[in-house]
C-alpha cells in the first residue's frame, strides 16, 4: 500500500497514561504493547513528510453530571480526567510542534473537534489510524472519518486493545463496512 505523504497523516488514537501505563486508570497490556509499533509508524512517516495527529480522550471532572445517557464514567469507572497525569500522553511518544494534539470529550475524534477542518486544510485524504482502544476510540474515529470522505487504513498490528478479540472484531469490522486495513510492513510512502 504506497501512500502519498502530501496526503497522509499518522492518526494516533489516546495514547495516553490511562490506557499505556501500569498505573493508568484503564491500563490494558494490549495499549502497553502498541507503544513501540505507534512510534515506529510514525517515525517512518516523519520521514516520508506525512503528518502526525495525537489524539487525547479528555474528561472534565463534571462532564457527565445530569446527563440522561451517556456516561462514560458509569460504564469505565472515572479515567483520564483533565488536568491529572492519566489524561496525559504515554512519555515515550515523539509529539513534536508541528503535530496536531485534539482534546477530545467522546470516542470519536473527529466530533466536535478541530479535526477535520485541521485535515481539510492541510490537503489530508488518508488517515493511517492506530492507538488505542482498537474497538472503542480507534473504530468510532476510523468510522467517522469514512463517513467524513477520508480514506481510514487501520494499522493492525499498532493497535492497544483488552482482550485480542475486541481488536479482532475491530479490524474485521473496519476492513468489511467502511475502511481498510493494514499492518506496518504494507505501509509505503511515495
Known amino acids: 500500500m504506497e501512500l502519498d505523504p502530501n496526503r497522509t497523516a499518522v492518526v494516533v488514537v489516546d ?15 494490549g495499549s502497553e504493547s502498541a507503544i513501540e509499533p505507534v512510534t515506529g509508524l510514525v517515525a517512518a512517516a516523519r520521514d ?13 471532572p463534571e462532564q457527565f453530571d445530569g446527563n440522561h445517557y451517556y456516561d462514560e464514567f458509569e460504564r469505565w469507572g472515572e479515567h483520564v480526567v483533565e488536568g491529572t497525569w492519566d489524561a496525559a500522553l504515554h512519555g515515550d ?10 482534546e477530545k470529550h467522546t470516542y470519536d475524534a473527529f466530533y466536535r473537534t478541530q ?12 488517515l493511517l489510524i492506530c ?9 468510532h474515529t476510523a468510522g467517522s ?16 486493545y483488552i482482550e485480542e478479540e475486541h481488536k479482532a472484531y475491530a ?20
Open 15 to 29: 495514547m495516553q497514561n490511562g490506557f499505556c501505563h501500569p498505573d493508568g486508570s484503564l491500563f490494558a497490556p
Open 48 to 60: 516520508a513528510g506525512a503528518r502526525v495527529v495525537y489524539t487525547r480522550d479528555v474528561h472534565p
Open 93 to 102: 511518544l515523539d509529539v513534536r510542534d508541528e503535530d496536531l494534539v485534539v
Open 115 to 126: 479535526l477535520a477542518g485541521w485535515l481539510d486544510s492541510h490537503g489530508v485524504d488518508d
Open 131 to 139: 492507538g488505542t482502544l482498537a474497538n472503542v476510540c480507534v473504530l
Open 145 to 160: 472519518a469514512g463517513l467524513r470522505d477520508y480514506r481510514p487504513i487501520l494499522v493492525t498490528d499498532a493497535l492497544g
Open 171 to 190: 479490524v474485521d469490522h473496519a476492513d468489511w463496512l467502511f475502511g481498510e486495513t493494514a499492518t506496518l510492513a504494507d505501509v509505503t510512502f511515495e
